[in-house]
């Protein structure tokens, strides 16, 4: 028995997840910008949410905290940094500290740059981690409050220590964008050219209304394996190579 593992798409383009223990159906929510089509989705699945968590203070992954942790009685767990910014926040929490659902326990890694109170949440059982915007499959999120050396210790050392089969929950249905970016970086890598054909056929009938997509049509999780093969970012060798890619993606 594990983690039941519901993607809920969210917003444009954005993944919320709903973590549900198969042993006791208590459930934490990830990363939350809508209500509705998580408590359907909690509906549907009969979970016992317990966890409001969110990876950092966006609002596109944060702004129904206050609701959901009203409608469930649920705390809402951020980074101690991301007190005074994170809606709905109850607990801090940092480097180290472990969650419970049900009989699941995970631990909080602390990978700031994306913004500086950024963390990741970690399954080791399930061999799961839902990295918010930090890490996505192919690419990373911009450097909005930290510097390359932050991220490279981020993707390049913490994440990347993951064993390579672990599945990678992200924020975001980036992952044929990103792809066309890691070929201009890496023309010659067969790996990434093939995962690119891959995605361009599971996103070639993607609904137009994300809210509508089906499983078929999304392309996470992605692994850590996968990623270290093929993200230009997770594949760098020094902050500084990192950085650069960073301003070439955000000019792409």
């Not at 198969?22 to 317990?50: C, F, L, S």
């Not at 959901?68 to 767990?77: D, K, Q």
């Not at 990434?192 to 209304?209: C, G, T």
């Amino acid at each position: 028995m594990g983690l039941q593992i519901e993607r809920i798409p969210t917003f444009g383009d954005n993944y919320t997840y709903l973590v549900i223990c198969d042993e006791t159906r208590q459930a934490a929510i990830v990363d939350a910008p809508e209500e509705d089509p998580v408590v359907a989705r909690v509906e549907a699945t009969g979970a016992n949410v317990k966890l409001i968590l969110s990876t950092h203070h966006h609002f596109d992954h944060s702004m129904a905290n206050p609701q959901l942790a009203e409608r469930y009685g649920a705390p809402v767990y951020g980074h101690t940094s991301d007190a005074e910014r994170l809606p709905g926040q109850t607990t801090g929490i940092d480097e180290g500290d472990e969650i419970q659902i049900g009989n699941q326990r995970g631990r909080v890694l602390f990978i700031p740059s994306h913004t500086t109170g950024h963390v990741a949440y970690v399954f080791d059982d399930a061999k799961a981690v839902f990295t918010g915007d930090m890490l996505f499959a192919a690419g990373c999120g911009r450097l909005f409050e930290g510097n390359a050396q932050m991220m490279y210790d981020a993707l390049c050392v913490k994440l990347a220590a993951l064993p390579d089969d672990y599945l990678v929950y992200c924020g975001h249905e980036y992952t044929e964008g990103n792809l066309k970016f890691a070929l201009t970086v890496e023309p010659e890598n067969v790996e990434i050219r093939e995962r690119f054909d891959q995605v361009r056929e599971i996103r070639a009938n993607a609904a137009a209304d994300w809210h509508d997509a089906t499983p078929a049509e999304m392309t996470i999780p992605s692994t850590i394996a996968s990623e270290k093969a093929t993200n230009p970012f997770m594949r760098s060798k020094t902050a500084q190579e990192l950085g650069r890619i960073r301003e070439l993606k955000d000019n792409f």
